[in-house]
């Protein structure tokens, strides 16, 4: 559940809903299309999913063609939400090759790529495909990514917005002034509509810039976020699927392994805290012949720790890398954002795990899957390779 102030009626006496607690028990097998890597096993159906066609008008397209053509680099943004398999990806980037793809961020600053709304059901990325960055969670970090920006082109998805309400912050998160133009609607066909787009604004047959294989510089000393994800994008297989749920820690994650092996990257799409361990399971069963890697916050694990019974039952192919910061770092911050800067003992208490302390090997072994501890990168680089030429599922826990 979330609450969203529309901008005609913002205020900054308005408190939010926050900090839902909503089980996912969810197998992400209705969520994942493995195409070339379909399952062989006879007794799991491949999902079928429809397309609508896509209902490009000539006024939305004349108004993207305008906008695009007439733009400079600091001027567009496209967001997009189901168009983040390789080939509404590579159809979008094609447009960097003309005017239009001042769309782009990557044309204007360095370093940047075109964004996804704040949490997608499944992004293809890594070496070889067309890069892209997601939207920030933080109010204040999304709006730096829009600030500079006048013209947002939805494609797929709606207008950036908070995932809660603050006070003091905009609920919408472009700019004030700028304009929001819809290309296509979720359920329109998004390739369809951005290739017929790139035709309009003469980007057809163009060739995309795609991500190399350039993984950071393997991390040493004492764990931290970016050292976590360095030493995923170091060791991360190509093929592989990662469930992520990393939350606070993970913020910089999706950045961080940008450049690793072909992967698929999964996310939970709305506020339910232990989606990650499900979501890996599923994966696991619909693609049996991909590693699945999960990066799962030791807070939410503990919603749904019984699906690494399910794992080691099945036999599935999981390395689970449980980020244990011992608290629930995500509510403290929220409740930090509301303006409960001072909480008493207890109300801290709710959010720590500690005393006792959990043993999330010790967890994983009563539940049939082995694992082992680590508190440096060095480690956990080494510890993740062994769970990934292990077969079966694996766990490693990050204490940091």
């Known amino acids: 559940m979330r609450y969203t102030v529309p901008r ?49 008008s000539r006024a939305a397209a004349a108004s993207a063609r305008g906008r695009l053509l007439g733009a400079s680099s600091q001027e567009v943004a496209a967001a997009g939400d189901g168009a983040l398999h390789r080939h509404s990806l590579a159809a979008a980037a094609a447009l960097e090759g003309t005017p239009a793809g001042a769309a782009f961020p990557g044309r204007g600053a360095p370093g940047e790529v075109p964004l996804a709304q704040m949490s997608n059901r499944r992004i293809e990325r890594g070496a070889g495909r067309v890069p892209v960055d997601r939207l920030r969670y933080p109010v204040d970090q999304a709006q730096g990514q829009l600030a500079h920006f006048r013209h947002v082109i939805l494609v797929g998805t709606r207008e950036p917005t ?80 990662v469930a992520d749920e990393s939350v606070s820690v993970g913020r910089n994650f999706f950045q961080v392994t940008r450049n690793a092996r072909p ?49 080691a039952r099945e036999g599935l192919d999981v390395t689970t890398l449980i980020l244990a910061n011992q608290s629930y770092a995500i509510l403290k911050g929220e409740m930090a954002n509301v303006g409960a800067r001072n909480p008493g003992r207890k109300a801290l208490d709710m959010l720590s795990l500690d005393r006792p302390t959990l043993d999330w090997v ?33 766990l490693v826990e990050a204490v940091f």
Do not use: N
Not at 268 to 296: H, K, N, Q, Y
């Open 362 to 394: 010790g967890l994983a072994r009563g539940m049939g899957v082995e694992g082992e501890r680590v508190e440096d990168a060095a480690a956990l680089a080494e510890a993740l390779g062994r769970g990934l030429a292990t077969p079966g599922p694996y």
């Open 263 to 311: 992967h698929s990257w999964l996310q939970v799409t709305g506020g339910a805290i232990g989606c990650g361990l499900p979501l890996a399971t599923g994966a696991a069963v619909a693609c049996p012949d991909r590693p699945v890697v999960c990066l799962e916050a030791d807070g939410s694990a503990m919603y749904t720790l019984q699906a690494l019974w399910t794992q």
């Open 8 to 56: 005609s009626r913002r205020r900054t006496d308005v408190l939010p809903l926050v900090l839902p607690f909503v089980l996912s028990s969810l197998l992400s097998s209705l969520l994942l299309g493995c195409g070339e890597a379909a399952p062989e096993r006879g007794r799991i159906a491949a999902p079928r999913f429809g397309h609508a066609t896509a209902t490009l």
């Open 162 to 241: 908070a995932f809660f309400a603050y006070p003091g912050k905009p609920s919408l998160l472009a700019p004030q002034g700028s304009a929001v133009h819809t290309l296509a609607r979720p359920q329109d066909d998004l390739v369809d509509a951005l290739e017929r787009l790139a035709e309009r604004v003469g980007a057809a047959g163009e060739t995309p810039v795609v991500a190399s294989f350039e993984p950071p510089p393997a991390p040493t000393g004492l764990l931290s976020g970016d050292k976590i994800a360095a030493a995923l994008a170091g060791v991360l297989p190509e093929g592989a699927i």
